[in-house]
């Protein structure tokens, strides 16, 4: 079942802007993380932010999340041609006892142009 | 290895034959999924490996799909009697709880059912 929606779901900006993404869920969860997917292939990892953490930098990236209103965003800032993929948001609820399977949304295309 | 290794990378079957499709995690993540994502849509989880937990087969969307993992490292996900719905790119990941950084994805092998 799908439980996170990014929006929007295509997004085209020029070198150098920033760009912002939104990912909303559904239900409660311990944790959400962002992906990135070039070519339709293999996702890699970003950042995950916990849900008692509010705000997450790394490099160009900053993801804030908010859990009264289940949702989260992606920034990133001073965007290049080489940022130009899908990006997934993917929360994690507790399956079992020994850990978790993400939940991945439909994603964000973002297009980058120089 | 130094990353998920999925075999074969591209797959073309006709309908109603079965598939194996291979997935090396990498080595001591204890944690191993399957993920088929179709085309321009987010990714579907299938099934969840836990080290020696029994694993989760709640995504597995009929009973021609099934999985193992085998000493608690390679898995293979087999389909049988292929349908054109079964086109889609397969994923694997690997994770360690231990560190809870994120997934590892394999590149995904593109099956394609004719």
């Known amino acids: 079942s799908q439980q996170g929606e990014e929006d929007p779901q295509a997004l085209s900006i020029q070198e150098g802007e920033n760009a912002t993404m939104n990912c909303s869920y559904k239900t409660s969860i311990n944790n959400l993380q962002w992906y990135r997917q070039n070519s339709g292939r293999g996702l890699v990892h970003l950042i995950l932010?916990?849900?008692?953490?509010r705000e997450k930098h790394s490099g160009r990236l900053r993801v804030t999340l908010d859990t009264s209103k289940k949702s989260s965003s992606l920034l990133i800032t001073a965007s290049r041609a080489a940022d130009t993929a899908s990006y997934f948001c993917?929360?994690?609820?507790?399956?079992?006892?020994?850990?978790?399977?993400?939940?991945f949304g439909k994603g964000t295309t973002l297009s980058v142009s120089s | 290895g130094a990353g998920v290794s999925q075999s074969p990378s591209n797959k073309v079957t006709e309908k109603g034959k079965d598939v194996e499709l291979r997935c090396d995690p990498i080595s001591g993540h204890t944690a191993l999924y399957w993920y088929r994502q179709s085309l321009g849509q987010g990714l579907e989880f299938l099934i969840y490996f836990q080290g020696n937990s029994a694993p989760d087969k709640s995504g597995l969307p009929s009973d021609r799909f099934s999985a193992e993992r085998t000493g608690g490292s390679v898995s293979t996900l087999t389909i049988q009697r292929t349908q054109q719905e079964d086109s889609a790119v397969y994923l694997c990941a690997s994770s360690s709880l231990i560190t809870g950084s994120g997934y590892t994805f394999g590149s995904g092998t593109r099956l394609t059912v004719v």
């Open positions: 932010i916990r849900s008692n953490e």
């Open positions: 993917a929360t994690g609820s507790r399956l079992n006892q020994a850990g978790t399977a993400l939940i």
